[in-house]
């Protein structure tokens, strides 16, 4: 039996682990799998005399989990001094308190 | 000259960079005004605001025996009076500064090819103060009419001023009870001069009222002004990274240093400095390129819009040339010394002074216009690059700092909370709770009678450590920007932990740039808007804040300082002797008087410890007064990322158990 | 945020934002623009969508803007070094992320996808409420909840105004173990929190875990599945937008005032169960948004400084570390934590019975399978009775079960039972009697494995198996009153003793004292008319919803929700005389006949902030009362038809106004005055003062059928009243048409008497 644990940067939220867990646990020869999205690694216990590691990072990739690669898209990326490139484009600038702020901060649950 | 006791370079300034071009300045034997402070005594009745010069039956010296000048004024006259026409220019200063803006922001919206209106978004949210319909109109009818519109202001026939109505209702009435709402920003500069003219207004008390609602025109009316049209023109300020200190000075590129504090030229020559014809013309002279770096308020300026990095403040306008690294110096208003001339004389740099406003005798006048203006940027540069073979011996010391700038009011709002949830509420509750113990604007000048940064560089640690956040502008933020305080790493270095958790909160770093002295009227909307926000009473006046200049010199600092306190700040004016202490009259007046009339009060102390002392004070009365818990930093510092860290040094196997905690 | 936080949330915005965007263009490929979006049962589109952007989605293709929204809300992660704020930039993330989740949510249920199959799952069904023989055993199988419809919504609405369901608790993720699972629920369930359910940890959701250990999952025991990954989140999301549009009276477009609103007035909390993916930081971020804060049982970086939300946003309670032996311990202490960082002030009253106790369990049902033993229904007879007797008459804590236990019965048999409560109290009143006795059907219906239906001599209770095994007898159900009559009547209430009959003599004659009371109590009601009194109540509970919302409530017209008459309020009043009902002074009648009361016009102009100054207390076209979002049914006129429809909640289908009962409750609800819509208390229905301005019952033209069919009795009772004994025959309903010529030829064909009355206008 052996333990391996592979990055699957890919696998960034709990959706992810069910599609990596379901192409995993079909393998014949996978006794556990540990997929993990908060830190996008998966630990595989398996039978080397099964199953291959090179299977398990196939099947990962096929089914667009690639070990070890890519990288989750940064639609926004950063500019050279860091200001953000959103600032010009919020539409607005408040400059007083909001009315409803105060307004609906009022008295609740008062029974 | 007698010889008189000079200070060694680590005497005389705080800053590693300014000790190092001091100590070469002794070198070459230049002479800055450091050296020339050491050499001039202060005069002491000038001092202590007891020369009277009003009239051609003087100067009268009110000292020793002498209580009247020969018309028969009071000592409490006479200083009242020498501290009005402070106020006077000061606020003539920043609303000057403004108008000018103003005529700009008309330029843009009547077609000027080189200035555009860049945040709409403000120019709306201003339209909207001045009474300017914005509807579905083009962007450049409202600019027009908001243009109109804030001129109008300078010269208001009635009423008062539109921007009052950002302050507090409460505040509102006090002024317009104590009849001190200004009514028009000229109006009241001028009625200042008027009444402290000789054998004119001769009462200390009501010349003083005088002083606030000047004051007030300037910090509710042209220093705002000229804030908001210039974020209309420029952009508003958000977050930006830069670096500050001369070493930003690069030896392979021509460096201009622009310097003053009108950003309108200067944003042109940002732009034209990476114009392809400009980088070429450079390299043709064996430069790389152009390499732009701020001093003083035009600095804080360019940096919060646009990242331009701080070559240094006020009392580094000298050490710049003396780097030997500068091709020209562009200037164009307030605080310039005409020490410069010489000093750039001694090197290959060009001053070049630019404002309509502003000729130094013996420097370069390329005069701004602003339909000519990138024309005249490019002149500029070109005028430097054509210096940069000139070039001798360059000292550039290596010592710059990070810095992250760009924090305007509007920026803080949606920092607070995003597009959908922006509002000053986390603040005020991070001083309701007691995490930010109170709030300190630490703003203002250099005075080369101090050590240079020095009282800046204490007071600002000082409140770091005991959880007070601390805004800046003018030379006094440039100081904390070198001195790494504005970084946000400096909130787990040099904050207390109830401030340190809010900073890590928010990502901020515990020391806001809030840019140019003219923008301290961002302080008084983000003052106002505390207010509003509830939980820290009905007026500024309550809010647990204080102002301060610990190293003021110029005569804006007084006005500031004037329309704060008027405004219901408690200010400390820090380091030089008290320029009221010839009347301990006035100086009641503008202490508990002031504070009985308008909550606030103006207090001239030397001694930095002393000055935090008494704003601590200050800060825990008004948290006493307001019913908020007692300050115990003791409570706070259990957020964080810290113990996030610790898991993530595991590997997989033992993480997947450790986010679940050891067994206790 | 922390900047660790701020950056996981925000990889995680663009990455969803992102992976929309793919789904997106799939979609439109592969079904094109014009395919239809849609949630299923509610009249908010994609609620989150529709309140945050105004945007009504119906197709694919209308999804393009919103993801267009969604970036532009993006912004790049800090750095790990000299980093700019990020504070404000992760919140906008978090709404993008919730933009973006909607609208995966939409595309899946374009592709059939959602509701989340999930195969041998059962939700517990609402139908058998009325009765347990309504029993489907296979109804509604295989399929997680998916969004929670409109009629669930509102029906939640008094509770959550009220304050007897505090607000809700969503749960993402999987609980460390499957006991800590079920405790962290039952704790939730005793505070009567709503719990929403999803998420999953390497492959294992909380919602798998409860499977497993056998949790009754459904509406009615308060626990709704709502899918096993994190993007399910968005239906609580969603809930808590439709909330606010419902009951606060607010319009879609109104973002900040919706999220300021959640803030402030629901009290919804968040608690991530095992590892946080980025994902689930960014959902966060969003769920910070509305104001509602995040508790993690593992580490993660804590951020404690307030004010987006009231209090802490994030906390973090490792669950190994919390101080407790046992994971029942854990789990009240970790829930402990999340309503005191939410500050929901909620009241437990213990009582000591061996089964858990909450209104959570109020819905559950004894299935006859699992039913150890019932009193009434077909078999046996059971009655309640409180009465209030003198001081000195009752042993306060006193409990007798007089007569046989229910050992002796085989399992799954029948015995009688009667329940005799004796109170007295100074400030007791007999008029409060049936507004006492009608609590013991929530009392002992809060018992798990009690299933309690019906009232007075109609009662009918069941136990089941399971609550037997744990020891419970006859005697708890003494307790149980004893202790809720303290708690919750303790104003009124002195002192309660309870009496447990079950002996065959003392029963009928007790069955014959309670008729006799019954009897008396209904001659009093129908002496109780508006006329009779000189008060009205207010009640303006409400208001902490839809915030210039007043109900006027006299004795001849209830409460629009139907939990509060006249008698309830002036119970009410008795017990909290600062509370939520006043006594109106009804003044000078200035017209007896529309019901206007000087008196009733100053005390709504004040209660309404101004809003409403007029309140015809009979009339539907003249000032007719306002309504907040929680009224049982629907009013609204039919110009064709020169009547009125009126539309139940149950009801989902269409109407002849041509809308559905969540589409005509935006125009009824938010406290506004709509002349030709109002919305009501069903047992107003069978007022004599029921739109009595207006012509009175003989308007009703178009009547939901569930109304029919619940209301049968009372309703011919109305008609022979109105004199006209076959006038229900002739009121359509939605079996018979849903559009205004069906309904006019339907009126024609039975002579409806609205066709001949006086014109409405």
Known sequence: ?111 | ?664 | MSRYIATRAIRGANAIVAEAEALLQKALAEKGPDAPVAFTNTAYYLPVIYGMMAYPVTKIGDLVPVIEKAKSLLHPPPDENWWVPYLGETLDCGMATLLAEEAIEGIRFAYGEQPERYPGFRMTGSASFTSPEFETEEGGGGYLNGPIDDIQLRSWGIQLVDGRMPGFAALLGAARTNQAAVALVRELQRRNILVFLMGNVNGRSIIDQLHEEGVEMGYDTYIVPFGRDTIATIYPLGFATRSALTFGGLKPGQWREILLYNKYRVFAFAIALGEVDDLKYATAAGAICYGFPVIADTVIPQILPTGVTRYEHVISMPWEEIDAPTDEEKAARLVQKAIEVRGVKVKITEVPIPVPYGSAFEGEVVRKADMRVEFGGRASRAFEYLRMVPMEQVEDGKIEVIGPGFEDVPVGGAMDLGIVVEVAGRKMQEDFEPVLERQIHYFINGASGIQHIGQRDIAWIRISKTAAEKGFNLRHFGDILYARFHADFGAIVDKVQVKIITDPALHAEWLAKAREAYDRRNRRLADLVDEAVDTFYSCVLCQSFAPTHCCVISPQRLGLCGAYNWLDCKASYEINPTGPNQPIAKGQCLDSVKGYFTGVNEYVRVASQGKVDTVAMYSIMENPMTACGCFECIVMVIPEANGVMVVSREDPSMTPAGMTFSTLAGMAGGGLQTPGVMGVGKYYLTSPKFLSADGGFRRVVWMSSFLKQTMAEELKAVCEREGDPDLLDKIADETICTDVEGLLAYLEEKGHPALTMPPLF
């Open chain 2, 1 to 664: 000259m007698a010889k008189k006791k000079v200070r060694t370079p680590e005497e005389a300034s705080r800053d590693a960079a300014a000790i190092a071009l001091l100590e070469r300045a002794l070198q070459i034997n230049a002479e800055t005004c450091f050296y020339r402070a050491d050499e001039i005594t202060p005069c002491p009745i000038g001092a202590d605001g007891l020369c009277c010069r009003f009239c051609a039956m003087g100067p009268c010296r009110l000292v020793g025996d002498v209580d009247m000048g020969v018309c028969g004024a009071t000592r409490d006259v006479v200083v009242v009076r020498n501290f009005a026409r402070a106020v006077a220019a000061g606020a003539a200063s920043h609303s000057d500064h403004g108008r000018s803006v103003a005529y700009t922001l008309l330029a843009a919206a009547e077609g000027n090819p080189v200035y555009k209106i860049r945040d709409p978004y403000k120019l709306f949210e201003v339209a909207r103060y001045l009474g300017v319909k914005v509807g579905d109109r083009p962007v450049e009818e409202i600019a027009r009419d908001v243009a109109i519109a804030a001129l109008g202001e300078f010269g208001r026939i009635e009423g008062e001023l539109l921007y009052l109505k950002r302050a507090p209702v409460k505040r509102q009435k006090i002024w317009r009870d104590l009849g001190i709402a200004p009514r028009a920003v000229d109006r009241e500069v001028v009625e200042l001069l008027h009444r402290t003219h000789m054998g004119n207004d001769q009462d200390a008390d009501h010349l003083l009222d005088q002083c606030m609602r000047c004051a007030l025109a300037d910090g509710w009316g042209g220093s705002m002004l000229a804030t908001d049209l210039t974020d209309i023109l420029f952009g508003t300020p958000a977050p930006v990274r830069a670096e500050a200190n001369l070493g930003v000075l690069r030896e392979d590129m021509v460096n201009v240093i622009i310097h003053g504090h009108e950003p309108t030229l200067s944003e042109i020559i940002v732009a034209a400095a990476q114009d392809p014809e400009i980088v070429a013309y450079a390299q043709s002279k064996g430069a790389k390129g152009v390499n732009l770096a701020g001093i003083c308020c035009t600095a804080n300026e360019i940096l919060v819009r646009e990242g331009v990095p701080l070559a240094g403040n006020f009392l580094q306008q000298e050490l710049a040339i003396l780097t030997g690294a500068v091709e020209a110096m562009v200037v164009d208003i307030q605080c310039i010394m005409e020490g410069l001339v010489p000093l750039a004389n001694r090197f290959h740099t060009a001053l070049i002074t630019t404002s309509p406003k502003v000729k130094v005798a013996g420097a370069l006048h390329l005069e701004f216009d602003e339909h000519r203006a990138l024309e005249i940027a490019k002149q500029i540069l070109h005028t430097a690059i054509d210096r940069f073979p000139q070039r001798g011996e360059v000292f550039v010391p290596n010592y710059r700092s990070p810095l992250v700038a760009g924090f305007s009011h509007e920026y803080i709002n949606y920092a607070l909370g995003g597009s959908y949830r922006g509002s000053f509420r986390p603040l005020n509750d991070a001083i309701v709770a007691g995490r930010i113990r109170g709030v300190v604007a630490d703003i203002g000048c250099n005075n080369a009678r101090l050590c240079h940064d020095e009282n800046h560089y204490y007071v600002v640690s000082e409140f770091l450590k005991n959880d007070v956040l601390v805004v800046q502008t003018g030379c006094g933020a440039i100081a904390s920007a070198k001195k790494g305080y504005m970084t946000p790493e400096a909130a787990m270095e040099y904050a207390g932990p109830g401030l340190r958790e809010v900073c890590e909160a928010i990502g901020i770093p515990p020391v806001l740039h809030m840019g140019a002295c003219v923008d301290n009227s961002r302080i008084l909307t983000v003052l106002s808007q505390m207010v509003t926000e509830t939980g820290l009473g009905d007026d500024i006046s309550d809010i647990p804040a204080v102002g301060m200049a610990v190293e003021w010199m110029s005569e804006k600092a007084l006005a500031i300082a004037t329309y704060c306190v008027a405004s219901g700040a408690y200010v400390i004016m820090g380091g030089v002797r008290n320029p009221l202490a010839g009347s301990p009259e006035v100086m009641r007046l503008t202490t508990e008087g002031w504070e009985q009339k308008v909550g606030g009060r103006l207090e001239f102390v030397e001694d930095p410890k002393e000055i935090v002392g008494r704003s601590l004070a200050h800060i825990d009365r008004k948290r006493a007064a307001l019913g908020l818990e007692e300050y115990n930093p003791a409570k706070w510092g259990k957020s964080g990322d810290w113990r996030m860290r610790q898991v993530l040094e595991l590997p997989f196997e033992a993480r997947i158990e450790a986010v679940y905690g050891g067994r206790k």
């Open chain 1, 1 to 111: 039996m052996e333990k391996v644990v592979l990055d699957v940067p890919l696998m960034w939220a709990d959706h992810h682990v069910m599609k990596v867990r379901e192409v995993l646990t079909k393998l014949d020869g996978v006794t556990d799998v540990y997929a993990s999205s908060a830190w996008k690694q998966v630990l595989v216990a398996y039978d080397p005399a099964k199953v291959k590691r090179e299977t398990l990072e196939q099947a990962l990739a096929q089914a667009g989990y690639p070990v070890g690669q890519g990288e989750t898209p940064i639609l926004v990326p950063p500019t050279e001094k860091r200001r953000d490139p959103r600032w010009g484009d919020l539409g607005f600038r408040m400059s007083q308190t909001y009315r409803a702020d105060l307004e609906m901060s009022g008295d609740f649950r008062k029974w």
